[in-house]
T-cell receptor, first 117, second 112 residues
Framework: AQKVTQAQTEISVVEKEDVTLDCVYE???????LFWYKQPPSGELVFLIR??????QNEISGRYSWNFQKSTSSFNFTITASQVVDSAVYFC??????????????FGTGTQLKVEL | ETGVTQTPRHLVMGMTNKKSLKCEQH?????MYWYKQSAKKPLELMFV???????ENNSVPSRFSPECPNSSHLFLHLHTLQPEDSALYLC???????????FGPGTRLLVL
């Protein structure tokens, strides 16, 4: 069974601080995909990044960066110089490839990030 | 970005009502999904459709009835719901397996 653990329920930081959101996953699949989504108060889940299990390169996109380490089954997300607009719930998710088509996302419980002035 | 739309955005219904949630995707995707998000619970996958065929029913009670008339539209028909069914219902779509799922804004449902 797949499992995604986001141990940090809520994080509060002051604007311009760096913050790292942790994600640990469990799967028996050799091929899988990892995702991060952002959910602002409006409710819509906004896609941030997808990483496949064969690509362990870290990625940077503006103030966002991701650290994927298969050895520790972790896929952590860092926001540099946080801003108030970053306040949201962030979800890490794991996808298994399914023979029936489509894919099944297993989500973590989310981390509520609050960025204050 | 309005790739996936959902209507209505908010819905209040009694336990004896019948209502339907609608999802439409404009991304040319082949797979569509319904998720339920309750307070303090992880997102729960409810149904998966691929090329209009249901490929997964995640032990969802029969008071929730999905319908997928084509690859662009997905409905969730609701009848005789319970107060514990109050939640945010999210629709998503993806191109193929392993591909990114794109979500709609959700319908906030309150069952009285």
């Amino acid at each position: 069974a797949q499992k995604v653990t986001q141990a940090q329920t809520e994080i509060s930081v002051v604007e311009k601080e760096d913050v790292t959101l942790d994600c640990v996953y469990e799967t028996r699949d050799t091929t899988y995909y990892l995702f991060w989504y952002k959910q602002p108060p409006s409710g819509e889940l906004v896609f941030l990044i997808r990483r496949n299990s064969f690509d362990e390169q870290n990625e940077i996109s503006g103030r966002y960066s991701w650290n994927f380490q298969k050895s520790t089954s972790s896929f952590n997300f860092t926001i540099t110089a946080s801003q108030v607009v970053d306040s949201a719930v962030y979800f890490c998710a794991l996808s298994e490839a399914r023979t029936g088509g489509g894919n099944k996302l297993t989500f973590g419980t989310g981390t509520q990030l609050k960025v204050e002035l | 970005e309005t790739g996936v739309t959902q209507t209505p955005r908010h819905l209040v219904m009694g336990m004896t009502n019948k209502k339907s949630l609608k999802c439409e995707q404009h991304l040319g995707h082949n797979a569509m999904y319904w998720y339920k998000q309750s307070a303090k619970k992880p997102l729960e996958l409810m149904f998966v459709y691929n090329f209009k065929e249901q490929t997964e029913n995640n032990s969802v009670p029969s008071r929730f009835s999905p319908e997928c008339p084509n690859s662009s539209h997905l409905f969730l028909h609701l009848h005789t719901l319970q107060p514990e069914d109050s939640a945010l219902y999210l629709c998503a779509s993806s191109q193929e397996r392993g591909e990114t799922q794109y979500f709609g804004p959700g319908t906030r449902l309150l069952v009285l």
